[in-house]
């Protein structure tokens, strides 16, 4: 590669997502809190200060520090320590900036390194590791990209990516031990090759007294251990494209080294999110069909454990509430006033948990779930909302279908998203009456809608997933306009789940790992002890919300319930917890390791009691109490975002 290539790598499209972006990527936590300096023939080659990340999509609530490149013997080292109280959020506490701590990171569990130069704002840099996690953007403020990336160059084998020019790859050798997303029938996902690392780091490499050298925090540390890793079979499906770019934008299905999830998924209860743990009261007044008086209420300040596993497990979780039939039509009248407004929308919302709706009211009332319509909202409100909505959907729709064969041929973007739209359309739910055969019409309107939703949401875009998302929707109200702006409103919800730099999954899969080391913890630690903290084997579960796990019927079902924020807005990560619990002597007695467990998560697809598992969910939502609320960061989808205009953090990364 020519030193000047690394100059070329402007990418003008990514200055709004740098300015919009919130970039808590995955927050890294550790055991240690002890800072070194280089010594016994380590050698920094590589110092910048001012390099900063984001937690918040806010460019003043940063959080400044020091990048190093360390040289030991023939390995190469890469550290970023925070600065201590240089954050200009007061509410950023020093343990707030310990969990974005880098430290001591080996080139070699480094797969690549994109670099984002946009016309207006600072340069930035995104590292994935070989596990497929990437780590919060890092901002230049003072510069120095240039100077990172050809430091590098002189001590590793750095090569720009075919696929994508602003992606340079570390060590790429074209390795064959790679992972595949196919297993989870995502498609288009790819995962990055993976190959082992056997560098071991002097632990005396950063002995430097960096509090006196750089006011530095202390505390949090990434340890590195030695990664060993094992091939693993490539699934091949030639039907589906392969592209980098695509990788950064789903989780990447691979092996962490035991001592780095270990990091990752820390058992460090102060994880940031949570100024103190409450004890959780276990609450008795349900309707339960069984009680047992080994429901004791936690007493202990130390552990935030509720209660212990096995006594939980002696329940079998019985004691939520039964679940109702649906919400039936003439039920659902006692819910309104005479102009049709809701009256009490937390009893509707609670009624709807316990028991879905009848089909022939989804079209009603998924609406209101979604936020379209307003409880408040009158009949005639709604109508009037409803065609108003529709003009302005006929406007966007516009946009597209009024560019001529010779625009599109000079519009790159339009092109290989709707190329990428109508590849999936033909591949979403065929089996389904509604979607079925040959130039069926109802596909043409799901690639229309999710065209005309790229164009109101240019910086997101499309992305695999989106289809089916959109499929039972559009099913349900069975009208275009209709069907996209309630798909609108559930974008607004799961938006982040298609991030490129993937935050909104790994703050989900880091939730779900807090909770079953709170609800589970002889799974969790089994967990730990085969490599599989890192949860991506619930992946396809929280990227299309069960939609693959379950009938149509019942993923109907299902998503209405969740939509309902009753008793959670987090209950997904709940219903995660009971069917891994459901399935955890299998799990443990047969000792999965990951591959086993990924193949086995992915059969137990058409196989989901879904009443029991809701009912296990909700058991485990009140077991938690506010202990596990603390343990979901806050923002974590689908909360929903506050409406400044900045919730959509990144565009779409193939285009």
Not at 349 to 375: A, C, I, S, T
Not at 549 to 562: F, G, H, I, N
């Amino acid at each position: 590669m020519l030193e000047s290539e690394l100059h070329d790598l402007s990418d003008d499209a990514d200055y709004a997502a740098s300015q919009q972006q919130g970039s808590a990527s995955m927050m890294l936590q550790s055991d240690s809190a002890k800072q070194s300096s280089p010594r016994d023939g380590a050698e920094i080659v590589f110092l910048k200060d001012n390099v900063a990340i984001h937690p918040t999509q806010f460019a003043s609530e940063r959080i400044s520090g020091r990048l190093r490149l360390i040289k030991q013997s023939s390995s190469l080292f890469m550290t970023w320590i925070p600065y201590k109280g240089h954050s200009s959020d007061a509410r950023l506490s020093d343990k707030d900036r310990n969990l974005y701590t880098i430290r001591e990171v080996p080139f070699t569990e480094i797969r690549s390194i994109r670099r984002h130069t946009p016309a207006l704002g600072w340069q930035y840099i995104i590292v994935v590791l070989s596990s497929g996690l990437a780590y919060p953007p890092l901002y230049f403020y003072s510069g120095g990209v240039k100077e990172f990336l050809a430091t590098i160059k002189q001590h590793v084998l750095l090569v720009r990516s075919a696929e994508d020019a602003n992606v340079f790859l570390v060590n790429d050798f074209q390795n064959t031990l790679q992972r595949t997303l196919s297993s989870l029938e995502l498609p288009r996902a790819v995962p990055l090759a993976c190959g082992p690392s056997n560098m071991s780091f002097d632990e005396s490499i950063l002995n430097e007294n960096q509090e006196r050298a750089d006011n530095g925090v202390n505390n949090g540390s990434f340890s590195v251990t030695q990664f060993h890793g094992r091939p693993r079979q490539k699934v091949h499906d030639p039907a589906r494209d392969l592209s980098i770019q695509v990788l950064e934008k789903f989780s990447l299905v691979t092996k962490f080294a035991r001592e780095t999830t270990s990091q990752l998924f820390g058992e460090n209860h102060s994880n940031g999110f949570s100024t103190s743990e409450r004890r959780t009261h276990i609450q008795t007044n349900l309707d339960h069909p069984k009680k047992s008086s080994n429901v004791v209420e936690n007493t202990s300040d130390e552990s935030p454990v509720a209660l212990d596993s096995q006594e939980f497990d002696n329940l079998s979780l019985v004691w939520g509430k039964p679940r109702q039939p649906p919400l039936g039509s003439e039920e659902w009248i006692t819910f309104l006033d005479s102009e049709g407004r809701v009256t009490d929308s937390e009893a509707l919302r609670k009624r709807v948990f316990y028991g879905g709706l009848d089909h022939k009211l989804r079209n009603e009332v998924w609406g209101l779930l979604l936020g379209y319509y307003p409880y408040e909202s009158t009949y005639a409100e709604r109508e009037f909302l409803k065609s108003i909505k529709k003009s302005e959907y006929e406007n966007i729709k516009n946009q597209w279908q009024s560019i001529s064969p010779a625009q599109a041929k000079r519009f790159t973007k339009f092109r290989e998203r709707k190329g990428l739209i109508e590849k999936d359309v033909v591949r979403t739910d065929r089996s389904l009456a509604f979607y079925e055969g040959d130039d069926n019409p109802n596909v043409n309107v799901l690639r229309d809608i999710l065209l005309t939703y790229s164009f109101y949401n240019f910086d997101l875009g499309y992305c695999q997933g989106m289809s089916d998302l959109l499929s039972p929707i559009l099913f349900v109200m069975d009208d275009e306009s209709e069907a996209f702006w309630c798909f609108v409103a559930l974008m607004e919800r799961l938006g982040p789940n298609f991030n490129r730099d993937q935050n909104g999954m790994h703050s989900q899969l880091f939730a779900l790992s807090k909770l079953v080391e709170l609800l589970d913890s002889p799974l969790h630690n089994y967990f730990k002890q085969r490599d599989c903290l890192n949860y991506f084997f619930c992946f396809r579960w929280i990227l299309i919300q069960f939609k693959r796990e379950l009938e149509y019927e019942k993923t109907m079902r299902l998503w209405e319930v969740l939509w309902t924020h009753y008793p959670s807005e987090h209950l997904h990560l709940y219903v995660c917890v009971a069917i891994l619990k459901r399935y955890r002597s299998k799990i443990m007695g047969e000792e999965m390791d990951f591959d086993t467990l990924l193949k086995f998560i992915n059969e137990l697809s058409g196989h989901i009691d879904l009443d029991a598992t809701l009912r296990d969910a909700e058991a485990l939502c009140i077991c938690a109490g506010e202990n596990g609320a603390a343990r979901i960061p806050p923002g974590t989808p689908p909360s929903l975002p506050v409406d400044d205009g900045s919730f959509y953090t990144l565009q779409d990364e193939i285009l």
